[in-house]
């Protein structure tokens, strides 16, 4: 049986413990480093072969978004293109540029009200690793505090895969004829029988496991935006593949079309919307500790943007997973303003949605809302 205790007692041989940080070399308190708008900064530079065990960063700037303008990447053994890249906050837990608490095994996002962000994913190297955070703010970052823990090793095995972490987004469009007809409210549902109009958040190419997800969905309607499944192929496989799921609450291993707060320490929904229905941002994350999905040479991985594709959903996800290099090349990142929220709706939107719908009504002096 292992756990995170069952081997502390054991004495290790040729491991080192180090850290990198943002210790003031002075000897005075302002232990930080200062980033400028554009500018790209080495956290960590580090030679030879170990293992990253620990990340924390916490930062102050002007720029409220900056957790979206902040790009942090990662590269290891001297490679060229990014195994990591993304926007800070997403990385962490929070999406869409926001601070608040989440807490996972892997990944959390602590007090002062989620302002400490920390990661324990282990991360092997074998000759040098390299990570870096670019501000693409046009503020500077006045303060960036960090710790990077991590243990050299005289050698790294060959089995030791190498930690990937790929942010994608996508502004879903409404695929089948039927139109936005979840739960068959319109009418008959139409059957889907293919993952190409998927939203897609692992497109990998290697031997590996995957080993995380973050999701984070803005829903512009009231609708539940959880009925699509995952579909994942494995090694070129054709559909419906070795993995096909049943709904989008059901991957991150709740039921029945939650809307709380349930945090553990593999799976749940770190943010939840406080409109009508299903309507804003929900952030649900599972991580794969115990059961990771293994691939010898390929893995795609997608997931429906409801029934059969039939919303329109604003869609973010960070993908965590090991796997050998090197790795394919991840699509080149949007720009900052294309990394932008879309428009909240708002309540003076749904009131001219219902004044639509009355003038299609013909202006009743009583149209209560349910008329079809």
Known sequence: MTGPLSGIYTLKKGVRTRRISSFDRKGSNSDKIEIAAGETADLAVIPGAGIIKHIWFTLNTDDPFIRRNAVLRMYWDGEEHPSVESPLGDFFGQGWGEEYNFASLPL?????????????????????????????????????????????????SDEAGRFHAWWNRELTGVHPDEGENEWGVIGPQGNNLTDHHNYLFADIEGKGQFVGLNYFVDNPGPMWYGEGDDMWLIDGESWPGSLHGTGTEDLFNTSWSPNEIFLHPYFGIARIP???????????????????????????????????????????????????????????????????????????????????????????????????
């Open 108 to 156: 959390a996002a602590a007090p002062m009200k989620g302002k400490a962000l920390n990661c324990y994913f282990p991360m092997p190297f074998g000759n040098g690793a390299r990570i870096t955070l670019e501000n693409q703010s046009e503020n500077e970052i006045n303060s960036f505090y960090y710790y990077i823990d991590y243990e050299e090793h005289d050698v790294i």
């Open 274 to 372: 406080d409109k009508f229905g299903w309507m804003g941002r929900t952030h649900c994350y599972r991580f794969m500790l115990e059961d990771p999905i293994y691939f010898e040479k390929s893995l795609r991985a997608s997931i429906e943007h409801g029934h059969n594709n039939n919303l329109t959903l604003d869609l973010c996800t960070v993908a965590y997973w090991y796997q050998t290099e090197p790795h394919k090349m991840f699509p080149v990142l949007p720009l900052k303003e294309k990394r932008a929220n879309m428009p909240e709706i708002s309540v003076v939107d749904i009131h001219k949605w219902r004044h639509e719908w009355r003038k299609a009504n013909g202006f009743s002096p009583v149209l209560w809302g349910n008329k079809k």
